[in-house]
């Protein structure tokens, strides 16, 4: 569910709704519960993992850097920075194409080209006890206000 947003007012982006912030635009396609038990780590009690999917597309005239794990967080509790905000990046995730080639599948950072667009999904740990998730998106440092906020519900 998204909300339009009025003068001052914060706007979250739902699924299939594509946001855009310097130059980039990046639509969560959908999330899912995922079934952890091919992984190492165990989600802490009262998480479960839930698997994000995003699109990332070049919105400007120039390359742009696709955003990687330091870039996407799930937010647990909201503040007016990154820093007043109880949220994750997941340091066990990175962006995971749907490619056969497994060499491809671990995407850093990927310079895409004016109109260009790639894809793929992170994993997260999610509070059990809320349906809504929030996940804020940063260009740069997390010490300032989202670019980007999302808000969503994973069935």
Known sequence: ????????????????????????????????????????????????????????????????????????????????TGDDSDMTSEENSQVMSDVADRNERYMEDIELAPGESTGGWMVYQRQTDKSEITMHYYSGFVNVAPDLRFKFTVE
Request: proline share 5%; charged share 25%.
């Open 1 to 80: 569910p998204s909300s339009k947003a009025g003068a001052g007012e914060i706007r979250y982006y739902g699924i299939g709704e594509a946001a855009e912030a310097n130059g980039l635009s990046i639509t969560i396609d959908g999330a899912e519960p995922f079934d952890y038990t091919g992984m190492i780590s165990r989600p802490k009690e009262g998480f479960e993992y839930v698997k994000v999917w995003f699109t990332f597309t070049n919105a400007s005239n120039e390359m742009v850097e696709s955003p990687d794990k330091k870039d996407l967080y799930i937010v647990y509790e909201e503040g007016s």
